[in-house]
Structures are given as C-alpha cells and as structure tokens.
C-alpha cells in the first residue's frame, strides 16, 4: 500500500500548480482521499477531501474557490488544482487515505495511509 | 470546531508517564483521532473513536475522552515516541487539528 506525491514546486504568487497522488496496493476506488499541508516549521492542516467516485467533497475555507480536488479511478490518481496561489500557500503536501473505522457499531474517519508529501513554495 | 492541544512541548524521562490534552470548542462525541509525526516524517495514526488503538499500534498508548475534552496517554515513554502528536476531529467538516504537542526525552 503505497502513495506517491508529485507536483510541487516554486511559483509565483497568483500563478497555479497541479499537485497528484498515485495510489498502488489497494483498490483506489473504494476510499476517500485527503490532502493535507504543512508550513514550514507549523502543524498539520486539513485541506480537502473527496468521495470514493469523486461525486462529493469539502475544503477547507482558506482553498474553498481556489483549489479543486479531484481523482481518476481508472489511473488510481488524486489530484489538487490550486489556482491563484499565496504566499501562505507554501507548505508540504500530503496525500492520505481515508478508512472507514468501524467501532461499536459505528463508522469513524481516519487516515490510516500516508505519502511522503510534494513541497509548494509560493515565492516572488 | 477548534482543536486546542496543550501543552504545545514536554519534556520528560525515558519511562515516565505522559499525558496529552485536546479540547474541542464544541461537542464532537468520540470522533477525534491522534496522529503521531516524527520528525521528518509523515503522520502516523495511533488511535481513532478517541480511545481505539489502530492495528499496530504499541499498547503504550492510549486515548481517552468524549464531548469535548480528550487525552493521549504514553503510559512508559520510550526514545522512538519522540515525535509531535495532533489530535483529528471528525465530527464535522472541514476536519480540524490541534496545533501540535512536541515530546522530547530529557
């Protein structure tokens, strides 16, 4: 079970970048997906996530009309579009998986699988 | 929801006891999670449903808590638990962390 980022880099503020994941070692189809970033030197932030056909997600405020998330099932592939990039867009960006836990008959969300993370630097 | 985790640093002895708190600025039941990030790494899930260890995951640790107040407890803390610790809520969208908790050994 592997999740491989790809896409980062260093833009201009106001320019745009498409961040992917690809999946491998388990049916990519069955789960939702998450983006998740990192500042340099701050904590974990959640960023957006999408269902398991990609027909329903959520953001976070900050990205909410700026970035799209997205997934192609038959490539096992994730996708961010991030428009309109800022400076506080920088950050390390990670992919994980979403689990359904079941516990006392009831579901929770959980990232149990984790990629190594593609690095956005926002910089005039 | 806010997330507050304190303290945001400890320090403490190999084989002492440590506990982690995270409030949530509203009910969210049992739906928080803690994830553990060493240094350099990716995060890792330790616990879910507030008090459920993830397959793998050392019974040292263990979690506690429900509405808004929760705790990870490291019941003997070992070199290899140096790591920041979030909580997760997922009660609700957009799913929130706590800023962090760094463990050092001293």
């Known amino acids: 079970v592997e999740l491989v980022e790809s896409g980062g880099g260093l833009v201009h503020p106001g320019t745009s970048l498409r961040l992917s994941c690809a999946a491998s070692g388990f049916t990519f189809s069955d789960y939702w997906m998450t983006w998740v970033r990192q500042a340099p030197g701050k904590g974990l932030e959640w960023v957006a996530n999408?269902?398991?056909?990609?027909?329903?997600?959520s953001y976070v405020d900050s990205v909410e009309g700026r970035f799209t998330i997205s997934r192609d099932n038959a490539k096992n592939s994730l996708y961010l579009q991030m428009n309109s990039l800022r400076a506080e867009d920088t950050a390390l960006y990670y992919c994980a998986r979403d689990l359904n836990a079941e516990y006392n008959n009831d579901w929770y969300d959980t990232n149990d699988v984790w990629g190594q993370g593609t690095m956005v630097i926002v910089s005039s | 929801i806010q997330m507050t985790q304190s303290p945001s640093s400890l320090s403490a002895f190999v084989g002492d006891r440590v506990t982690i708190t995270c409030r949530a600025s509203?009910?969210?039941?049992?739906?928080l999670g803690w994830y553990q990030q060493r240094p350099g790494k990716a995060p890792k899930l330790l616990i879910y449903?507030?008090?459920k260890l993830q397959s793998g995951v050392p019974s040292r640790f263990s979690g506690s808590g429900s509405g808004t107040y929760f705790t990870l407890t490291i019941s003997s803390l070992q070199p290899e638990d140096i790591a920041t610790y979030y909580c997760l809520q997922d009660f609700n969208y957009p799913r929130t962390f706590g800023q962090g908790t760094k463990v050092e050994i001293k």
């Open positions: 509203q009910g969210i039941r049992i739906d």
């Open positions: 449903a507030a008090s």
């Open positions: 999408i269902k398991e056909d990609g027909g329903r997600f």
